[in-house]
């Protein structure tokens, strides 16, 4: 897989040409849709975090989602793969409504995603990590498919394409180190592998490239490109408009809630109310530890029922 050599270009251009049609405009309609996200809202207390009247994303795009800190984007994300509970909204994938179905249904819909803060369960080794992103799989508990039999030939399937992924991703030396060990940009990347396991029709990242050392940053855009090019659909959040100029087809923008712009990439800098949306918010307000820590235990409580939920689901 490794191997493989992508056209990325001609991606890019592919696409190019799919929406030249389309205008710069919020709420744009697209020419074949794989998400189509309808009146959105979500609500904390007081405070409307997210307002979207309408959304549409491209099949086969790499669609950049970008926006001061606070706008709403990974509230939105969540929403959208089952982690958010939107007070208000209809949202379907791939023609097929999800407004009504329980998180661990997305990634069997072919849906998939990573989280602002990685995800990596670190007291396990990376191909543990790996193998239990594999959908649909009783095999999952893998630690407790002990029985030789049926799942055997299941698991040997998914450890093979766990380890194909690994060296996709140049991580196959680290097959049997425990994922608290690597770096920040590891696991990132482990995030990534794992997401593949699914063979997901979109995979959606929430910053894929915070806090990743430049030398990886490189090889993450390869790895997203490579996505596209695999069939793929892309949305991503990100902050640094280099990185989304230089791989997305299409970027949407959200100020306070709401999206207030759509365009080509080298558009963006052109429109005025996103000029005026990154002028007046606060740049550098990172999380706090105690936000960040917050955030990662409520994640977790709701990846553990998501996991709970799976195994009831299979009668285990
Ligand atoms: N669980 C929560 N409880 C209360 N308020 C929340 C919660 N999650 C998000 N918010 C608020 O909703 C708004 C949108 O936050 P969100 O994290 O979606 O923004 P973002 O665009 O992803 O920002 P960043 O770029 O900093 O990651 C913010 O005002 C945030 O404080
Ligand atoms: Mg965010």
Same mark, same amino acid.
């Given at each position: 897989m490794s191997d493989t050599a992508y056209d990325t270009a001609a991606d890019a251009?592919? $696409?190019? !040409?799919?929406?030249?049609?389309?205008?710069?405009?919020?709420?744009? #309609?697209?020419?074949? =849709?794989? /998400?189509?996200?309808?009146?959105m809202v979500r609500r904390f207390g007081g405070l409307t975090a997210v307002e979207v009247e309408h959304l549409e994303v491209q099949r086969g795009s790499i669609t950049a989602l970008i926006g001061p800190n606070g706008a709403g984007k990974t509230t939105f994300f969540n929403c959208l793969t089952g982690f958010g509970d939107p007070d208000e909204g209809e949202w379907s994938f791939d023609g097929t409504s999800l407004s009504k179905a329980p998180a +661990?249904?997305?990634?069997?819909?072919?849906? /998939?995603?990573?989280?602002?803060?990685?995800? @990596?369960?670190?007291?396990? &080794?990376?191909?543990?990590?790996?193998? $239990?992103?594999?959908?649909?799989?009783?095999?999952?508990?893998?630690?407790?498919?002990?029985?030789?039999?049926?799942?055997?030939?299941?698991?040997?399937? /998914?450890?093979?394409?766990?380890? @194909?992924? *690994?060296?996709?991703?140049?991580?196959?030396?680290?097959?049997?180190e425990f994922a608290g060990t690597l770096s920040g940009g590891q696991r990132k990347l482990l995030e990534m592998a794992? @997401? $593949?396991?699914?063979?997901?029709?979109?995979?959606? *990242?929430?910053?894929?490239? #915070?806090?990743?050392? =430049?030398?990886?940053?490189?090889?993450? $855009?390869?790895?997203?490109k490579e996505m596209r090019a695999d069939g793929a659909t892309v949305l991503f959040i990100e902050h640094d408009m280099d990185v989304v100029s230089s791989i997305s087809d299409w970027v949407v923008v959200m100020a306070e809630g709401s999206i207030i712009s759509e365009s080509r990439p080298e558009e963006v800098g052109q429109n005025?109310?996103?000029?005026?949306?990154?002028?007046?918010? +606060?740049?550098? #307000?990172?999380? &706090?530890?105690? !936000?960040?820590?917050?955030?990662?235990?409520? /994640?977790?409580?709701?990846?553990?029922?998501?996991? !709970?939920?799976?195994?009831? !689901?299979l009668g285990l």
């Open positions: 251009a592919r $696409l190019r !040409e799919q929406l030249a049609g389309v205008a710069s405009e919020p709420g744009v #309609a697209k020419p074949d =849709p794989i /998400v189509v996200a309808d009146n +661990h249904k997305f990634p069997q819909a072919g849906m /998939v995603r990573t989280f602002q803060l990685t995800k @990596a369960l670190s007291k396990l &080794t990376v191909i543990e990590n790996m193998k $239990l992103a594999a959908p649909d799989q009783r095999g999952e508990n893998f630690f407790r498919a002990l029985v030789p039999g049926v799942w055997r030939r299941q698991e040997r399937e /998914v450890e093979e394409r766990a380890d @194909a992924l *690994l060296k996709r991703f140049k991580m196959d030396h680290m097959r049997n794992r @997401a $593949l396991m699914c063979n997901p029709k979109i995979i959606m *990242l929430d910053e894929p490239m #915070a806090g990743v050392n =430049p030398a990886l940053t490189q090889s993450l $855009l390869e790895h997203i005025q109310a996103v000029v005026d949306a990154y002028l007046g918010a +606060h740049h550098d #307000a990172p999380l &706090t530890l105690e !936000e960040e820590e917050a955030e990662l235990e409520e /994640v977790e409580a709701k990846l553990e029922a998501i996991e !709970e939920a799976r195994e009831e !689901e």
